[in-house]
């Protein structure tokens, strides 16, 4: 899969981290059920707002990109996210634009003007495909530019000519650089190979990025990406987050303040395509949710991250071989395989959860294959648990077997001179619908 990566020249905000998430769900899952992925994210290092940006710092253009990259990629690991298996940059792939914007021009779809070389969209057929609208209905739509050279509003820039001062390659119409949707084409078929999978980014990139890449494609006679995966907005107090509202969060400051696991719930809990809302109450929300779910770990010792090995599967720290109870398997792959339902998964591992619990209170030698079971689930979608449960003694645990009975037999003097003693040795102690959880 190629997704698109950022331009870098700014701190990441909230809206890169909520795409960044849902195609590391979506490659995590696909590794899970077992397809192997090939994960491709490029970074644009060569753009007009990296120019405007090293001109205001008094610095290279090279230099803003590289410190800019390296915050992404430090917030994207921070969220927890797997790496891209092959991270190109533009400037590394220009040679193979140029050939890609003379063989259009030979082609007769692409045209040269005074500032640059432009695809011309109506000889393009299906133009339109991603953008759910005819030719017709999009030029009628277009705002009308500036420049009178091109041909129809609609015609993107492939090459543009350099202006004094600014960076540039040589080309057959002179020095310039190449165009934001001439990049993600020539990369990604450059890297996958025609006909690759699948294509993705936020919803923004949908029209005109994705439009414009795959016009440049269809146009040079390729097949392109059979499939495209677009994620939904963040809104933040009900607006679209954008820098031109003022409502633009960064994701280091969100990090900074939050859990970045509760990030990810709060990510999970809505379908991708349907828009988040990111708000001081929801992402406490999501740090509640999440509390329940290292309760899991805190009380039946199960956690850590899901590692690939040649065996399959296997939970850091824990024995290889994972019994999974498949009932509750079977409905997680159902929601996943819809359409990438993380709404519903989680929802049903929340029950799972509870489930765990109520086997533990009863006794049921069963509860700690179902604990399994919900990390098992969780670390598929790159939720990892934390708890130290493992720490939890003897002793801990039957004054805490005794005090679960002490509030089923409604003892609930008894009950709380438990949980004093509790406390009086350390103890952390919680009331959950699943019974008496306990941490250091
Ligand atoms: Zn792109």
Not at 7 to 34: E, K, M, Q, W
Not at 73 to 89: N, T, V
Not at 196 to 223: C, M, S, T
Not at 304 to 320: I, K, N, R
């Amino acid at each position: 899969m190629y997704v698109c990566g950022p331009t870098v020249y700014d701190l990441p905000h909230i809206g890169h981290g909520r795409a960044n998430l849902t195609f590391d769900v979506l490659r995590r899952y696909l590794s899970f059920i077992g397809v192997r992925v090939h994960h491709v994210a490029n970074i644009t290092d060569v753009d007009d707002n990296i120019i405007k940006r090293a001109n205001e710092l008094g610095r290279t253009e090279a230099d803003v990109a590289a410190e800019f990259e390296a915050t992404w990629w430090d917030s994207m690991r921070a969220l927890g996210d797997l790496l891209p298996d092959e991270i190109p940059h533009a400037t590394a792939y220009i040679d193979r634009m140029v050939h890609l914007v003379a063989e259009l021009q030979a082609k007769d779809v692409a045209y040269e003007t005074a500032d640059g070389v432009y695809l011309e969209v109506a000889k393009v057929p299906g133009y339109g495909l991603l953008a759910q609208q005819s030719l017709e209905s999009l030029q009628a739509g277009a705002r009308v530019e500036a420049n009178e050279d091109k041909r129809s509003p609609l015609d993107f820039v492939l090459w543009k000519k350099a202006k004094e001062g600014e960076p540039s390659w040589d080309s057959p119409w002179g020095p310039g650089r190449p165009g934001w949707h001439t990049e993600c084409v020539v990369m990604s078929l450059d890297i996958l190979g025609e006909g690759f999978d699948l294509h993705g980014g936020g919803q923004d990139l949908k029209f005109p990025h994705h439009e414009n890449e795959r016009a440049q494609a269809v146009a040079d006679g390729k097949d392109f990406a059979h499939h495209w995966m677009h994620n939904g907005w963040v809104e933040v107090e009900g607006a679209k987050m954008s820098k031109s509202l003022g409502n633009f969060t960064t994701l280091p400051d969100l990090l900074a303040r939050h859990d970045a696991r509760a990030y990810r719930i709060l990510v999970l809990r809505a379908h991708y395509r349907s828009p988040i809302e990111v708000t001081p109450e929801t992402i406490v929300d999501a740090e509640k949710a999440l509390d329940r779910l290292d309760g899991l770990a805190r009380r039946f010792a199960v956690g850590g991250m899901l590692e690939q090995t040649p065996e399959g599967f296997v939970v850091e720290g824990d024995a290889p071989a994972i019994d999974l109870v498949e009932g509750p398997v079977a409905d997680f792959k159902t929601h996943m395989d819809d359409d990438l339902d993380t709404a519903g998964a989680l929802a049903d591992i929340f029950e799972l959860v509870s489930t765990a619990h109520s086997m533990g209170d009863a006794g049921d030698e069963g509860a700690q294959a179902m604990a399994r079971t919900a990390a098992v689930l969780l670390a598929a979608l790159g939720v990892s648990l934390q708890g130290e449960s493992g720490e939890v003694d003897e002793a801990a645990a039957q004054l805490v077997a005794e005090r679960d009975e002490a509030r089923r037999a409604k003892d609930f003097a008894r009950a709380d001179a438990l949980r004093d003693e509790l406390v009086a040795l350390g103890w952390t102690v919680e009331d959950t619908p699943g019974g008496t959880a306990i941490r250091r």
